[in-house]
C-alpha cells in the first residue's frame, strides 16, 4: 500500500478501537440500568436513523473536499464524544446525553463514512481494492474480537465514562491521520447552489436505479430488518444464556466468524458472485438456527463462530462489487443511496424488538434472525448466472 492508503487504513483501525469497546459497553450500561430491552432498542434505532438519511449527503460529498470532509467530521465526532464523560462528572441526565450522543455521532459518521468510501479509488489502484476491503475489515473485526475477549473484564475495572473518553482519544488520533493523507482531488470544492444540489442528487438516484447495486440492497433490506431487531434483543438474549455477562461473548463469537470470513474473502474471487450470493447466506442460515437451538452456551457460541464466516465473505463480496462496478465520479451520491437502503428498516426493528422482547422470549427473535437469511439466498435462486 502507497502511503495514503496506509493512513486511511491505520486512521479507520484506530477509530474502530474505540468503537468497538464503545459499542459494547453503551449497550450493556443501558439494560444495564434500565433493565429493559426497550431502551436498548431505542439506542439501536437513534444510530441508525441517520444512516437512513445518508442519501441526502452524497452529493455533498461527490462536489466537496472529500479530505475536508473526512477530517472535519471525525474532529466533530470526538467532540461530541466527550460530552458524555463531562455529563458524568456533572451528574447531569446522563442517559439523555447518551443518546442524543448516539443520535449525533450517527449522523456526522454518515459525512466521515461516505467521504472515506469515495476518497479511496482516488488513493487505491482499482485492482487493489479488494485487498484492501478484505484487509480493513478483517483487522475491524480482529478489533472487535480482541475487546469482546476483554470485556468482561475491562467493565470491571473501567467506568462506562472512560470507555467514552478512550473513544474520542481514539477519534482525535483518526483524525490525525486523516489529516496527513494527500489525494489528488484534496483541492477540488464545487460550489453548490440548491439548483445543482436538486440536479446531482437526481443524478445519484437515477444511477442507483441503473445499477446492479439495487439487485444487491434489496435482498439486504429485509435481513437489516431483523438483524435491527436481534441487536435490540441480543443483551436480552444473552441474559437468557445465563447471564447479561455473555453479551459479550455472543458478539466475540460473532466477530470471530467475521474476520475468519473476510480473510478467506481474498482466497474466494474465482468464485462469482452470484454463487456465493446462493450458497454462502444458505450455509449461515443452517449454522445460525442450529446455534439457536442448541441452547447451551459453548455449543452456541462455537456455531455462531461458524455461522459468521460465510457471512464475512458475503460483506467485502458487496462492498468490493459495488466500489468496482460504479462510476468513480458518482460513488458518494450511489453509496449513501445504498446506505440509507440497506439501513432504513433497521430502525424500525430495533424498536419492534426492544417492544417484542418484553413480549417473546428473546430466543424467538434469534431464531428469526437465521430464518431471514435463509429468505435471502432463496431469492438469489431465480436469478440467471453470471
Given amino acids: 500500500m502507497n502511503i495514503n492508503a496506509k493512513k486511511l487504513l491505520f486512521g479507520r483501525s484506530v477509530s474502530v478501537l474505540g468503537d468497538s469497546l464503545y459499542r459494547l459497553a453503551v449497550v450493556w450500561y443501558i439494560y444495564s440500568v434500565t433493565q429493559n430491552s426497550f431502551y436498548t432498542g431505542l439506542a439501536t434505532a437513534l444510530t441508525m436513523l441517520p444512516k437512513s438519511m445518508s442519501f441526502l449527503i452524497g452529493p455533498l460529498v461527490d462536489h466537496g473536499n472529500k479530505k475536508k470532509i473526512l477530517v472535519s467530521a471525525q474532529l466533530i465526532q470526538a467532540l461530541l464524544i466527550f460530552a458524555v464523560p463531562v455529563a458524568f462528572a456533572l451528574n447531569q441526565a446522563v442517559l439523555v446525553v447518551i443518546f442524543l450522543v448516539i443520535f449525533l455521532v450517527s449522523f456526522f459518521e454518515n459525512y466521515q463514512a461516505s467521504a472515506e468510501f469515495a476518497i479511496m479509488p482516488h488513493i487505491i489502484d482499482k485492482e487493489k481494492l479488494m485487498d484492501y476491503n478484505s484487509l480493513s475489515t478483517s483487522i475491524s473485526r480482529t478489533v472487535d474480537i480482541l475487546v469482546g475477549a476483554a470485556f468482561a473484564f475491562i467493565i470491571s475495572y473501567i467506568s462506562i465514562s472512560q470507555v467514552y473518553l478512550f473513544n474520542g482519544i481514539t477519534y482525535l488520533i483518526a483524525f490525525a491521520l486523516f489529516f496527513g493523507i494527500q489525494s489528488p482531488e484534496e483541492n477540488k470544492t464545487e460550489k453548490l447552489d440548491l439548483a445543482k444540489y436538486t440536479a446531482s442528487f437526481k443524478e445519484g438516484v437515477a444511477a442507483f436505479f441503473s445499477s446492479e447495486a439495487v439487485s444487491i440492497c434489496l435482498p439486504i433490506m429485509l435481513l437489516n430488518f431483523v438483524m435491527g431487531i436481534v441487536t435490540a434483543i441480543l443483551p436480552a438474549y444473552s441474559a437468557a444464556l ?21 480473510t478467506l474473502a481474498m482466497k474466494l474471487t474465482k468464485l462469482s458472485y452470484l454463487t456465493k450470493m446462493r450458497f454462502f447466506p444458505l450455509i449461515t442460515s443452517a449454522l445460525w438456527i442450529a446455534a439457536v437451538l442448541a441452547g447451551q452456551l459453548y455449543v452456541t457460541l462455537a456455531l455462531l463462530t461458524l455461522a459468521f464466516i460465510p457471512y464475512g465473505v458475503l460483506m467485502v463480496t458487496m462492498i468490493t462489487q459495488i466500489q468496482s462496478s460504479l462510476p468513480v465520479e458518482l460513488l458518494g451520491r450511489i453509496v449513501t443511496i445504498i446506505d440509507s437502503v440497506l439501513v432504513v428498516a433497521m430502525p424500525i426493528g430495533a424498536i419492534l424488538g426492544g417492544i417484542l422482547a418484553q413480549a417473546i422470549l428473546p430466543f424467538y427473535a434469534m431464531l428469526l434472525g437465521g430464518v431471514s437469511i435463509l429468505l435471502i439466498s432463496l431469492t438469489t435462486f431465480s436469478k440467471k448466472k453470471a
Avoid: K, P, R
Wanted: aromatic share 14%; charged share 5%; no cysteine.
Fill in 242 to 262: 445465563g447471564s447479561i455477562d455473555y453479551f459479550g461473548y455472543v458478539t466475540l463469537a460473532m466477530s470471530i466468524g467475521l474476520v475468519i470470513g473476510t
